[in-house]
């Protein structure tokens, strides 16, 4: 599963044990929206993202929580199935990946 994954499902959660005790779910609602844009964290700084890593519940190992969200092979992966683009407005962003520079700078002993 993905961590995207984890969170949207650690936010529905969240929404159902809120709604069991009749507290307010609007906020939860928002970042259910956020959620359904999978590049979301690479969109946001990171004061936003521990916002909303909090809200849905993510107490401990936010950091690590946070570093996979926002990890190099996370990138990638968006990048090639489309969802992030060069000239997307991110937060965080990194090199264009292309495997035929892969083995460029190799260094010969």
Do not use: P
Not at 35 to 46: G, H, P, Y
Not at 63 to 85: A, H, S, T, V
């Amino acid at each position: 599963m993905k961590k995207i994954e984890e969170i949207k499902l650690m936010n529905e959660t969240m929404i159902n044990y809120l709604k069991d005790k009749g507290l307010d779910i609007k906020r939860n609602e928002i970042i259910k929206q956020i959620l359904q844009d999978e590049a979301c964290f690479f969109k946001m700084s990171k004061e936003e993202a521990y916002i909303v890593l909090t809200d849905v519940g993510v107490k401990k190992n936010i950091d690590e929580m946070y570093l996979n969200l926002i990890g190099r092979e996370e990138f990638y992966r968006l990048q090639q199935c489309g969802k992030i683009n060069e000239d997307d407005n991110l937060e965080i962003k990194y090199g264009s990946y292309c495997k035929e520079d892969l083995f460029k700078n190799r260094q010969r002993f």
